[in-house]
């Protein structure tokens, strides 16, 4: 029996250790030097959350803004993920880890971070925090909101223009407000356009059940579902899962559009499959948002508090890197155009 | 009056689209027996099944396995790794065989080193979670179209089997609306629309379990490994042997059950089981731990999944509270009758709540649905936990030569 319970705890040890390599494993690997620079540079840390960069989305695109900080400004950079099985309490050590190290600015990338975050923050007076889609609020904090309700009203507007039926869809992924704001800003632009429209909505997974981001297979049975309906374009907002929205639309063939998210969904490498089906995307720019917390830092103006980037501020908006949406782009601008001016307000919920 | 097998099922079948046909014909709802939904519900149902039927091979040689969402992981990750690379088949045999590699380890930890089985199922969880974490950063960062928690898109795939001739009238039948027949043409024309060859491949593996478990020479010792694996010993059946067998056997069908969900999704994702290893350990439980009553919790739990995921106005969630209502209420007859009557007072006082929940409420949370697997499986094992007969000396731990 003895022997028993060595194995397990070398097998549970054997567990634990592993699952600590994915959390940070490529924090040493990406962490380079700056080519040039005579004054100690600026040490970003950037904590994402779940698994990080790879998902053609959300993490992909602060990644973006990082990259452009590192070769425009010669910042020094570490990144780290918190893992999917992360608690508050871990998310806390991965910031407090980065600013004992000395990173600042630390950019926290996701909502889930904000119990952690507020709590370093006060911990750390001195170092710069900042945190995307969430609001912190102390003085080191700048909390990076986005209007996704404008850019989702944009490709509302698009997606009804598009539709031959009448009749769209959205996929979200967690039902919690920060997505509900997305659908309700997608439902507000259709109609706005076409005040009849039928809007099929469909969320994988309660607020809560981390799954929701990660199950294709899901999404993919909601989507077929509103096609087989009369859904001829489908939005989602859905992370990892909306993959399986592409894979519906290109099932059902030409005629049918999927709307992607956050990134340009249209020159994601690993949708190259999909591409001649995604007529635009709703851009979240993450990556100018994470460029200008760092910029500011470097400018020795830190940018803290709320920061909305909303259409005025270029911080959303829809990608035109598909040809094909050439057509609708006249309605599209003429509602950014209102919205920017305030003659349409667009509600988040 | 005796009721062969046969007849049982048939009646059973027959009340259950009984059942179906009410529902739909009272909310007016062609979905809940479409040939879409259910060829989805089967779809569905494929790695929740698999997982299940891993469950009755190790539990039936005694060996609890705890760890079936581990090694479904290792197979969503071997499909991931193989099929990026050489295609869907290919991706498909890797799964099955890294699912295995996660058996064969419960197998040692458990069999040879007596290791507690819950604890060497669960390491096995953690295992697999972290190494396949590790392995996606280490495999799919820096390949084209991969990233740090997915593999590259997978090429080629397993084909679906469409049978027009014979799927074509019978949608035509259901769409017609009548009473029983459609209901019957449609739940039929799921079988013959969009039908994978891996949930035949499933539906095979299934009847095999059957015949190989319960009428073979091989499968009464392997099952004496699990009723009594002493009197077993002693009568020179070789039980370490078969348990390994068994479990290594386990890990394979979980493999297979991951790589089934990574082949349909196109690619291996971090976290893409979604605690359908449990799930299918709890359609094990529901099915007593046999394949028939295993694929039925199988089919029944994709189901319910496929009509929350296809409500496009919270009609099917409804439909299905007076599902649940009518099979309670039918059930407290049952028992009412067989002199249970505290348990059946208790059904029909559920079955009440139920129908009044249909009758108040017009829109129910899609939650309701997503959480119907667990309730289900706690009610069968609050009320038939006598009925419910685990193998004896399932989560022992054997030791050769030692008696009990």
Redesign the interface.
């Known amino acids: 029996?003895l022997?028993?319970?060595k194995?397990?705890s070398v097998?549970?040890a054997?567990?634990?250790?592993?699952?600590?390599?994915?959390k940070s494993?490529?924090g040493a690997a990406a962490t380079t030097a700056p080519a040039t620079s005579a004054a100690p540079a600026v040490k970003v840390g950037m904590a994402y959350d779940?698994?990080?960069?790879?998902?053609?989305s959300f993490n992909?695109a602060a990644y973006a803004g990082l990259s452009k900080a590192q070769a425009d400004l010669g910042v020094e950079i570490k990144e780290v993920?918190s893992?999917?099985?992360a608690t508050d309490a871990s998310r806390q050590e991965l910031l407090t880890l980065l600013a004992t190290d000395g990173y600042n600015p630390v950019i926290a990338v996701g909502f889930a971070y904000s119990t952690a975050l507020a709590a370093t923050a006060a911990q750390f007076p001195d170092t710069t925090f900042a945190i995307v889609d969430s609001v912190v609020d102390a003085p080191n904090v700048g909390s990076l909101v986005f209007a996704a309700e404008q850019g989702s009203y944009l490709v509302g507007v698009i997606a009804a223009s598009a539709s031959k039926t009448g009749h769209i869809?959205f996929i979200g992924g967690m039902e919690i407000d920060l997505i509900k704001a997305f659908e309700a800003g997608f439902d507000q632009g259709a109609k706005s356009v076409n005040p009849s429209i039928k809007i099929?909505?469909?969320?994988m997974?309660?607020a809560g059940?981390?799954?929701a981001?990660?199950?294709?297979?899901?999404a993919?049975?909601?989507s077929?579902?509103?096609i087989?309906?009369g859904a001829d374009v489908i939005y989602a907002a859905a992370g990892?899962s909306g993959?399986?929205m592409f894979?519906a639309i290109k099932e059902a063939g030409a005629g049918h559009w999927a709307i992607g998210v956050d990134s340009d969904q249209y020159n994601v490498?690993?949708l190259?499959?999909y591409k001649d089906f995604i007529l635009t995307s709703m851009l979240k720019r993450v990556d100018v948002a994470v460029y200008d917390v760092i910029k500011g830092v470097v400018d020795g103006a830190p940018l803290t508090g709320v920061q909305n980037f909303d259409l005025a501020k270029d911080g959303v908006g829809y990608s035109s890197s598909n040809p094909a949406v050439a057509d609708f782009a006249a309605a599209a601008d003429a509602a950014a155009a209102a919205i920017k001016d305030g003659t349409v307000t667009v509600a988040t919920k | 009056m005796n009721i062969t097998k046969q007849q049982k099922l048939i009646s059973i079948l027959g009340v259950g689209i009984a059942i179906l046909s009410i529902t739909r014909t009272i909310t007016s709802n062609g979905d809940l027996t479409s040939a879409v939904t259910i060829s989805q519900a089967l779809g569905f149902a494929v790695p929740i099944g698999l997982a299940g039927l891993a469950g009755i091979w190790s539990e039936r040689a005694g060996v609890v396995n705890i760890g079936l969402e581990g090694m479904m992981i290792l197979g969503t990750f071997g499909a991931g790794w193989a099929g990026y690379q050489w295609g869907a088949w290919a991706g498909l045999v890797a799964g099955v065989v890294f699912g295995g590699l996660g058996g064969l380890l419960l197998a040692v930890a458990s069999v040879s080193f007596g290791v507690d089985q819950i604890i060497a199922g669960t390491a096995i969880n953690l295992l697999a979670t972290g190494l396949t974490k590790f392995l996606a950063i280490l495999l799919f960062t820096d390949a084209p179209g991969g990233g740090q928690a997915q593999s590259p898109p997978i090429t080629g795939e397993i084909p679906t089997i469409t049978i027009n001739a014979i799927a074509d009238p019978l949608i035509a039948l259901h769409d017609k609306g009548l009473f029983f027949i459609s209901d019957t043409a449609g739940l039929l024309s799921g079988l013959f629309f969009q039908l994978s060859l891996l949930t035949v491949i499933t539906a095979l593996l299934f009847i095999g379990t059957a015949w190989l478990l319960w009428r073979t020479r091989f499968g009464l010792r392997l099952r004496s490994a699990g009723e009594n694996p002493w009197a077993a010993d002693s009568l020179g059946v070789k039980v370490t042997t078969y348990k390994y067998m068994a479990v290594t056997i386990s890990g394979l069908l979980a493999g297979l059950g991951g790589a089934y969900l990574s082949i349909a999704s196109t690619i291996y994702r971090n976290g893409q089981t979604a605690g359908r290893g449990f799930i299918g350990l709890a359609t094990m439980i529901f099915g007593n731990w046999r394949p028939g009553g295993t694929g039925a919790g199988a089919i029944m739990f994709g189901y319910i999944d496929t009509l929350r995921l296809i409500d496009s106005d919270n009609k099917n969630v409804r439909g299905l509270i007076l599902i649940g209502a009518l099979v309670v209420l039918l059930i407290a007859v049952f028992l009412l009758r067989s002199a249970r009557r505290s348990t059946g007072i208790g059904f029909a006082l559920l079955g009440a709540v139920l129908v009044g929940a249909f009758l108040v409420a017009s829109n129910f949370p899609p939650e309701v649905a997503q959480v119907a697997p667990y309730i289900t499986t706690l009610l069968v094992l609050a009320t038939a936990s006598q009925n419910l007969r685990p193998p004896a000396a399932d989560g022992a731990p054997f030791r050769k030569g030692e008696s009990h």
């Open positions: 029996m022997k028993g319970v194995i397990a097998l549970a054997a567990a634990l250790v592993l699952t600590g390599c994915s494993d490529n779940q698994d990080g960069k790879g998902d053609g992909d993920n893992g999917s099985s869809g099929d909505s469909k969320y997974g309660a059940d981390n799954t981001w990660n199950v294709p297979d899901k993919k049975a909601a077929a579902a509103m087989g309906k990892g993959l399986g894979q490498p690993s190259a499959d």
